[in-house]
């Protein structure tokens, strides 16, 4: 709950993200939220570009966007503009689409761009040869954007996410033992259709408030204020509108996940940016990196420390002793083992939570020390290294490289297959426009789409631990024996691993994975220990103390228990910890179906603390989830840019993918 609603706040106040345009257009230069134009834009001054009539041209055709020559008008607000089946556009909100449609392109910066001060409906279009005027370029762009949210939203509630082919649940188990049962809220794809989790809902049921804050940055006096001078429409109005448009983007966001170019997409996408000449050499590498400060030194402002001699000499010898250590062959040493040792030992703040990653990183990008080391012609995966600089002692592992080529293509391929999401979403749900009863609202053309657009950052794609049952996977096997009668463990991993990983981690998926730890009794609690590293999270410790469970519950941590014959089992089954409640009674993640009709505290998602510990035999304790990443200049803090490691800002593996998926829709849905 903590980091829940940390991130909620985070949410609340970088609401004004702005930009249009390639991903790397919304890349900022510092390390706080991209700033948000204000009402400026209207005090330009007018240029002498050419003018046309305001009714020319006008074709009368209710079919296309020249049936007037212009649109201005004074509103009947309740008149439907378009309709997707059952589903309208009233004028209001249309004009609530229009305007912020007018604020993206102009703030974005692309030319050509009309004159701000003049009226829309007289300035001639030079990128459309489809319409006259700038007004019916962008109602055009208002409407199809529409046209994509609402889409999104009717596709959410009539077809829901895709399901995995191992998932064959029993309905008559369901309703047997599911009924009435809050953890279904949480139950993959019990809901046919598809539900925000609870950071998208907070964030929509808290719109009202986002708009008077919005407001005030503007220079508004208020919501309502806002509301009729930028659109020409009440609030309730553009509330309402912000919902549609951020439900869509919340749907949208889900099934991004599943997009996964081939081979083929990719090597089309690089043809097409070869013959464009926009594909680049080199390569990106990956590092893991860990930061030791000399004992005793003194540390600048900018991270750079000062000490003897002697200090720095120690400091290297511990860096070495740490290496070595890790470095045994009964250690294991592994990219997960080094980036535990990082989580455990670095003193680089950017990037410690991170087990010390720095990702996609290009040459020149790192400060000199580091860029030498990771660019050199021997290295190697698996390379360790140390080294001095003027911020201390790093411990360096390569991880590999990729070239830039392969990973633009790659995303390529990824953008066209989002933005065939919103295509497919529109062919499905046609939309059908009376352009003759459009009317638009006198507005200012100040508040963009990307204001009003939830702002993506730090992510989380379960906010809580999902819940996963055995029983759901009856042909699956995990190693040599049935997930339905042996899988309590690798479920229980499952359920712990998506929630810290925010990736969409099944039962079927981690059997493939790790049947390794399967044998006759169950599953290996080694499991719990050795892999999390892996999937980016960290084990605080193992501890068969209930007095210690309970107290890193009441921090908030996630605790993995295993139980012997008593409440829960008549054998042994793994349970997930979520949280405990003020009365002292705890939220239970159980893989068991059959679970769900023999305990009644299942009805109510709370558990005596006394029935946890009657038969327990062990509890593994998980460090916080790692929601933000220090070192990244979209969602960091500025502890994380205190040392100047990199030469420019460096995007982490959580907001990289957000700035895609958020670009794709604030320009895929108006084309």
Not at 144 to 170: R, Y
Not at 577 to 598: A, H, M, P, T, W
Request: aromatic share 10%.
């Amino acid at each position: 709950m903590k980091t829940y609603l940390r991130v909620l706040a985070a949410v609340l106040l970088t609401v004004m993200l702005t930009g249009c345009g390639h991903v790397k257009d919304y890349l900022p230069t510092h390390s706080g939220p991209e700033p948000s134009p204000t009402r400026q834009i209207q005090t330009e001054a007018p240029t002498t570009a050419p003018t046309v009539p305001a009714t020319i041209p006008a074709d009368g055709n209710p079919d296309d966007v020249t049936c007037k020559g212009s649109y201005t008008g004074q509103p009947d607000s309740s008149a439907v503009a378009a309709r997707i089946g059952d589903t309208v556009l009233t004028n209001d909100q249309l004009s609530a689409y229009y305007w912020a449609a007018v604020a993206q392109y102009l703030h974005s910066g692309q030319t050509p761009a009309p004159d701000p001060v003049r009226p829309l409906d007289t300035q001639p279009c030079e990128i459309d040869v489809s319409v006259s005027t700038w007004q019916q370029f962008f109602l055009r762009q208002a409407l199809n954007t529409w046209h994509s949210a609402q889409a999104l939203v009717l596709q959410g509630a009539e077809e829901g996410l895709p399901v995995e082919e191992a998932f064959q649940p029993n309905q008559k188990n369901y309703e047997k033992y599911l009924t009435d049962i809050p953890a279904t809220k949480y139950l993959y794809r019990y809901e046919t259709a598809f539900q925000p989790n609870s950071m998208h809902q907070a964030f929509l049921d808290a719109i009202p408030e986002t708009l008077e804050t919005l407001a005030g940055d503007k220079s508004y006096g208020g919501a309502q204020d806002m509301a009729q001078k930028a659109f020409g429409i009440s609030s309730d109005a553009l509330a309402a509108m912000m919902e549609t448009y951020n439900r869509g983007y919340m749907y949208f966001t889900n099934l991004t996940y599943y997009v996964a170019p081939g081979e083929e997409a990719v090597e089309a996408a690089k043809r097409d940016l070869s013959m464009a000449g926009a594909l680049e050499s080199g390569n990106y590498v990956d590092i893991r990196h860990i930061l030791r400060i000399p004992e005793g030194a003194s540390q600048g402002a900018d991270g750079t420390v000062t000490c003897s001699e002697e200090d720095w000499t120690a400091c290297e010898e511990q860096a070495q002793a740490l290496l070595d250590k890790w470095a045994k062959p009964n250690n294991k040493p592994t990219e997960a083992t080094f980036a535990t040792m990082a989580f455990r030992n670095s003193q680089d703040a950017g990037t410690a939570l991170d087990g010390g990653a720095y990702r996609r990183i290009q040459k020149g990008q790192l400060m000199d020390a580091l860029d030498a080391w990771c660019f050199s012609e021997e290295r190697q995966a698996g390379d360790t290294g140390i080294l001095r600089s003027p911020y201390g002692v790093h411990i360096l592992y390569f991880t590999g490289s990729t070239s830039i080529a392969q990973i633009q293509s790659e995303d390529a391929a990824k953008e066209a297959g989002q933005t065939e999401l919103l295509e497919l979403a529109r062919e499905a749900y046609p939309m059908a426009v009376d352009y003759s009863a459009i009317e638009l609202s006198e507005g200012e053309g100040t508040v963009s789409l990307s204001d009003l657009l939830y702002p993506d950052v730090a992510h989380e794609r379960f906010p809580e631990i999902p819940l996963y049952l055995q029983q759901d996977y009856p042909e699956t096997k995990y190693g040599a024996y049935p997930i339905r009668t042996h899988g309590c463990g690798i479920t229980t991993m499952s359920m712990v691993a998506s929630y810290f990983a925010d990736e969409e981690l099944t039962p079927a998926i981690m059997c493939a994975r790790y049947g390794k730890y399967s044998y006759a009794h169950g599953t290996d609690g080694a499991l719990f220990e050795k892999e999390p590293p892996v999937l980016g999270f960290y084990l605080r410790e193992k501890t068969y103390e209930n007095t210690t469970a309970k107290a890193a519950l009441e921090e908030g941590q996630i605790v993995v228990c295993l139980q012997q014959k008593g409440y829960w089992t008549r054998g042994g089954h793994y349970l997930a910890l979520e949280k405990i409640f003020d009365d002292g009674k705890v939220q239970v993640r159980d893989s068991n179906i059959f679970n769900y009709g023999k305990l009644p505290a299942h009805k109510e998602d709370k558990h005596t603390w006394q029935s946890i510990i009657g038969a327990v035999s062990g509890y593994w304790i998980y460090e916080d989830k790692v929601t933000y990443i220090p070192a990244c200049s979209r969602c960091g803090s500025e502890e994380g840019h205190t040392r100047d490691f990199l030469a420019e800002d460096y995007v982490c593996h959580k907001c990289a993918p957000a700035l895609m998926r958020r670009n794709t829709y604030l320009t895929g849905c108006g084309n």
